[in-house]
Each structure stands twice: as structure tokens, then as C-alpha cells.
């Protein structure tokens, strides 16, 4: 550890959640070409949307979806189409997080929106790291834009990540960003030096979307020079 503070502390992780998610996701070996239509029950408590129920895409654009654009209905979509009820699935990511000894850690929906959803900075290192093991979730994390089209209406998404530092000075391979008032703003990242040496950092609670990215950033400075 490079420098840590309050890393033990317990905090909401809003979107961060998605991580565990895409990981329970994969524990059902799905068929990434498979589709899934979009539904009504998608959308509890979701503000903002690139879908529209009645939408039929693949399971491959609504992972990109969930991961670059922490987009709720599609991380919702994703959970419903392994066949896993909704508490199975808040129950595997529970699992999960005590496989990966993250004991500060609870889970109670697949999305983040709930303040339920708990962990500390030292405890989701750990998720972070087994979730960036998984080439397509860090391929998927890495892009910086994405388009595709709806298989069932004349849609077509062009996707923006929302990692404002994929597109800084650093090597980043991986990150996930993530706010809800309860957590405030939230990041992970997963970057090489240029010696290719891994690093990791974690920010939760930080009091705005500015503060986010410029406290990164000196973390991963620090690191780099020590």
C-alpha cells in the first residue's frame, strides 16, 4: 500500500457494485452473442437510460453498456438473463465477496442505487482486482467509445465512457466510476507504470465529480514515483 486513509472505513459504493455484478455475471458461463429484451421491470428507480423497453440487443452491448456507462436498466437486463432470481443473484454476489475474504463487504441489489451496497477502499481492492483477471470485463472497461445498434427497432447507441481518466497522461486498463448522494462520488482504477508494473486505486466518498479524478490522480502520481 502506497497511501492509504480511512481505508477500513465503511461506505456506499453506489455503481462500483457493477463489478461484482459483471463477475456473478460470468459465473453462469453465458453466451455473450445470446440477446435480451429490455422490459419495464428494468428500469425501478432508474433516472437515466440509453434503452427503451421493448429493446432486444445482445448480451455483449449490454455488458458495454453496464461497464462504460454504469447504465442501471442494462446492469438489470443482465442480472435478470441468467434465469437467477433476484435475491439468488444479490446472494451470489454476497458469496462472492466473502470468497475474495472482503468481510467488510454487503451487497443487496445488482445495480448500486442502494445505499445497502457496502464496502471499504482496502476490502475493494480485492473485487477489483479478481474483476480485472477477466479479459473481456477489462477489455470492455479500457474502451473509450462504443457503437452498436438494436437488433429489433432502428436504434443505433454510440457509448462514451465515464472514466474521465482513460483519457489522461496514465496507462489505465480498467476503471469504474460510480455517485449516488449516499456515497457521493465514487472510482476504481486499474493502470500500469511504464515500467508495467500494476496499480491500483480507490476513492469512495469523495465530495464531487472534480474532486474524484484530481485525488486519483495524485494517488496514482504518488505511486508511480515511489
Same mark, same amino acid.
Given at each position: ?20 455484478? !459483471? #463477475?456473478?455475471?460470468? %459465473?453462469?458461463?453465458?453466451? #455473450? ?21 421493448? %429493446? ?31 435475491? %439468488? ?39 477489483? &482486482? ?57 472510482? !476504481? ?22 474532486? &474524484?479524478? &484530481? ?12
Amino acid at each position: 500500500i502506497y497511501f492509504s486513509k480511512n481505508k477500513d472505513t465503511q461506505m456506499p459504493i453506489a455503481s462500483l457494485t457493477k463489478l461484482a455484478t !459483471a #463477475l456473478v455475471f460470468f %459465473e453462469t458461463k453465458p453466451d #455473450l452473442s445470446g440477446t435480451v429484451t429490455i422490459i419495464e421491470s428494468d428500469f425501478p428507480g432508474v433516472s437515466r437510460s440509453k434503452l427503451y423497453p421493448g %429493446e432486444t440487443i445482445e448480451l455483449s452491448d449490454c455488458l458495454h453498456l453496464s461497464l462504460m456507462c454504469s447504465d442501471n436498466a442494462a446492469m438489470m437486463a443482465l442480472a435478470r438473463s441468467t434465469g437467477l432470481g433476484n435475491r %439468488e443473484f444479490i446472494g451470489r454476489m454476497n458469496d462472492l465477496a466473502g470468497k475474495l475474504g472482503m468481510d467488510q463487504t454487503h451487497f443487496t441489489d445488482p445495480t448500486g442505487l442502494d445505499a445497502g451496497n457496502l464496502s471499504t477502499a482496502a476490502d475493494y481492492i480485492k473485487l477489483l &482486482r479478481r474483476a480485472y483477471l477477466n479479459e473481456t470485463i477489462s477489455t470492455i472497461s479500457a474502451k473509450k467509445t462504443y457503437q452498436f445498434a438494436a437488433l429489433n427497432r432502428n436504434i443505433t447507441h454510440t457509448l462514451y465512457n465515464t472514466n474521465r481518466l482513460l483519457y489522461s497522461r496514465w496507462d489505465v486498463r480498467g476503471g469504474k466510476t460510480g455517485y449516488i448522494s449516499q456515497a457521493g462520488y465514487c472510482l !476504481a482504477l486499474d493502470m500500469y507504470d511504464n515500467t508495467g508494473r500494476r496499480i491500483n486505486a480507490v476513492v469512495l466518498g469523495s465530495p464531487s465529480n472534480q474532486f &474524484r479524478y &484530481r485525488d486519483a490522480d495524485r494517488l496514482i502520481a504518488y505511486a508511480t514515483h515511489n
